[in-house]
């Protein structure tokens, strides 16, 4: 089973403005086909159907807790898709409906995505950056764990390159710390599932990191994931289940050359987190017979009627 948390993986900034044209490209990191909708996919059909569990417990900690940060990086992209195509944050709900006789929302028939306007609310969905959905096809679950940790391996290689991609096409702050981010823990996946490899078979995969070939000291929204040790921490996101992680992430294995020295880590729970953030909201998406203070009033009477 899987334990929620109210919070995000990492702290995200607001947006400096209303970018949907951003929020579609950000799209691609979450229905894309290197995207966190396959990655998620293909670990937790992976650990599902995991064979010899007992006998392979190490290797199938290791996927079962990728998995579950795999849910969490989902919902860091689909939040950050969101502030980007909703702006900066407001600090109460719209009153009303506003004159609609102008078309404010003009522009929208223009951005890339329309349709996460006019059918998703500016919301995110399980979509590529040019609107096509994301589907099964994406996902490898072959029962033979080393042809699954290898493909892993490429899934998380391939990711980071789309990532850096993202990156680079964009300039506010939210998409950036999203991509940064992700560029860190995907790079702690890649080197996980080489040195899994390793153990299995001998081959010193992680020679081949990092593939691509990218120096997160460059790029300046990693920095503090890098000063903080995130790029050697590998969480179990439980309170005390997969603790066997350590014998393929542990005991002695150090971090990627290139990065900050330090030994690989085990970390049981989950990341600190930061806050989600609050979307306005719009009048318009409400029930037709309520009013947005209604509801208010509604969810503050249930959430009490709760404790």
Request: glycine share 10%.
């Amino acid at each position: 089973m899987f334990l929620r948390i109210d919070k995000l993986q990492a702290e995200l900034p607001a947006p400096k403005k209303r970018d949907p044209n951003a929020g579609a490209a950000l799209q691609e990191l979450l229905g894309g086909k290197y995207g966190e909708m396959s990655t998620l996919g293909n670990y937790m059909f992976q650990s599902f159907n995991f064979r010899s569990k007992a006998k392979l417990r190490p290797f199938y900690s290791l996927v079962a807790c990728i998995t579950a940060e795999e849910l969490g990086h989902i919902e860091l992209v689909s939040n950050g898709i969101a502030m980007l195509n909703n702006g900066p944050d407001g600090d109460a709900d719209e009153s009303d409906g506003g004159d609609i006789s102008a078309a404010p929302n003009k522009v929208m028939t223009d951005i890339r995505l329309a349709a996460s306007f006019l059918s998703n609310g500016g919301g995110a969905t399980p979509v590529n950056s040019n609107g096509a959905s994301w589907n099964n096809d994406f996902v490898t679950s072959s029962g033979n764990v080393i042809t699954d940790l290898l493909h892993n391996f490429h899934l998380e290689c391939g990711a980071r390159l789309h990532k850096l991609r993202v990156y680079t096409t964009m300039t506010d702050p939210t998409g950036r710390e999203v991509c940064a981010y992700l560029l860190v823990r995907g790079s702690v996946h890649a080197h996980a599932y080489a040195l899994a490899l390793k153990k299995l078979t001998g081959v010193e995969i992680e020679k081949m990191l990092p593939t691509p070939n990218i120096d997160l000291s460059k790029i300046p929204e990693c920095q503090k994931y890098l000063d903080e040790g995130s790029h050697r921490r590998l969480y179990t996101f439980s309170p005390s289940d997969y603790k066997e992680t350590a014998g393929i992430w542990g005991n002695g294995e150090m971090a990627l050359p290139g990065d900050p020295k330090g030994e690989l880590e085990v970390v049981e729970g989950a990341p600190e987190g930061g806050k989600i953030h609050q979307l306005t909201g719009v009048p318009s998406a409400f029930t037709p017979d309520y009013a947005p203070e209604e509801m208010f009033e509604i969810a503050s009477k249930l959430y009490k009627a709760s404790r």
